[in-house]
C-alpha cells in the first residue's frame, strides 16, 4: 500500500513475523508498515487489516492505494475498505470478470513511475 509522500506498507494474510521475515529474503524490507492478520484481527478482504495498514502510515484511506493480485481478498477487500486500488494482472487473468475495474500491469514500476 501507498499512503501521501511515498510511504510504503505491506498487508498479508500471512502472520506478521512471517511476513516481515519473507520480505527481508526477498531484499524488500523497506516498507514502513507490515501488517499481518494475526496483527490486525482479522484477514483480508476484511477491511480491518486495510484500515491497520492506514493507520500505521499515518493516512487516510481514500489518499491510500492498494495494489495486489486477489480480486476478492485484495482488489474488492481494498475497495470496501474505502481505499484506492488496482488489481496486479501480470498474466491477464481477470480480465474477463464482468463488473470488475480491473487494471492489467505488467510490472509495479507502471504505477511507481
Request: proline share 6%.
Amino acid at each position: 500500500m501507498l499512503g501521501p509522500a511515498g510511504v510504503s506498507g505491506a498487508v498479508s494474510n500471512n502472520v506478521e513475523s512471517y511476513q516481515r521475515d519473507k520480505l527481508q529474503a526477498a531484499g524488500l524490507a523497506g516498507f514502513q508498515c507490515v501488517i499481518g492478520s494475526d496483527s490486525a484481527g482479522a484477514p483480508k478482504p476484511h477491511s480491518a487489516p486495510f484500515l491497520a495498514g492506514c493507520a500505521a502510515l499515518k493516512s487516510l484511506p481514500a489518499h491510500t492505494l492498494y495494489i495486489g493480485d486477489n480480486p476478492i481478498n485484495d482488489y474488492q477487500g481494498a475497495m470496501d475498505a474505502g481505499l484506492q486500488s488496482v488489481l496486479l494482472d501480470r498474466a491477464s487473468f481477470h480480465k474477463n470478470f464482468p463488473g470488475w475495474r480491473v487494471k492489467a500491469l505488467g510490472s509495479l514500476r507502471t504505477v511507481l513511475s
